[in-house]
């Protein structure tokens, strides 16, 4: 479901919620982020790695592992790389609107072609992030909740230190060799389940209405929201039900953004909370909160799924609590 369908499909989606700590990151990629972090920006600090894996982005090349350091403090950040069969970075794989495409050396790989992508307004909601492919295989991203600025970002991929994840010919070769991903369509609200295709900044706007006695109010859709909003630091029991204390949360939810303010998961409140997505591949999807992140897979016929892919995020029931 999008609010315009834009340039990023997966032939098989997943989006899954994590918690923000289930898994160590290895030293090489955690250190050297926050080496690189902490430097260019003062007021940041290491507050958690994550190490998952998911399906991967092209068919016959097996799993992609996900590997993110999580930052918080003055601003929001988040290093990932990806290493396995996902598409090179391009216009057609990235989370939003490419608003900036410039040339940067990075350690022991060259002069490499990167990305900076805006899924809000630029310089006041939404996140800022730099993508790019350090080679067949292997991509990584840099980004952080607004306001940030480009040069910043810069200054952390720059510092970056030289990557050595392998990565197998045969994997290589299928990514040297896959065509960009097709657009997928998304489905209505009569699926009776959230979806996503395409860029991720268009998955949650056209999805259904959520307040205290709507339709749908114990589902794992409402599961699914209230781990948004804990993600950004307010304080609100995970419990699948959509009562007046998840109403309450939500106000504060919407006023800590500068929306509206009236307790319901409209059209407006589930586009921002759009704005807050990142792909890390056409599989793995993140919601950068200002406190944690959440991880999520999207799968088969575009569906969510918590951060494992064993639960579906659906309107009509509610088995993650």
Known sequence: ???????????????????????????????????????ALPGVELTGQNTHTVP?????????????????GAKTVAVTRAVG??????????????????????????????RFVHTGVPGVSGL?????????????SVVAREPVSRGELLK??????????????????????AEPPKRSAERSTSSLFVDGANASGDDWGDEATLCNGCAY????????WQKVVAADGISIGIDCSFGPATA?????????????VDGIVGAQTRNAADDGLWLNTQVDVVYVGSSSF????????NAYYNYNGTKKIAYTYSTLC
């Open 248 to 260: 309450t949360a939500t106000r504060a939810w919407q006023s800590k953004w500068g929306l509206g």
């Open 1 to 39: 479901m999008s609010k315009a369908l834009s340039v990023l499909a997966a032939p098989l989606l997943v989006l899954a919620l994590v918690s923000p700590a289930q898994a160590a990151a290895p030293p090489e990629l955690v250190q050297g982020a926050e080496e690189a972090v902490t430097e």
């Open 56 to 72: 991967g982005d092209i068919a016959g090349g097996g799993a992609v592992k996900v590997e993110t350091a999580e930052f918080h």
């Open 217 to 224: 109010s114990t589902s794992n859709y409402t599961w699914l």
């Open 85 to 114: 069969a996902v598409y090179e970075v391009s216009p057609d794989t990235v989370s939003g609107r490419v608003v900036q495409t410039t040339t940067v050396k990075r350690a022991k790989a060259g002069n490499r072609k990167l």
């Open 294 to 301: 959440v991880y999520f897979q999207r799968l088969t016929s």
């Open 156 to 177: 952390i991929v720059k510092a970056l230190p030289a990557d050595t994840a392998r990565v197998p010919a045969k994997v290589r070769r299928l990514v040297e060799k």
């Open 128 to 140: 800022l992030g730099a993508t790019w492919t350090e080679r067949s295989g292997v991509n990584y």
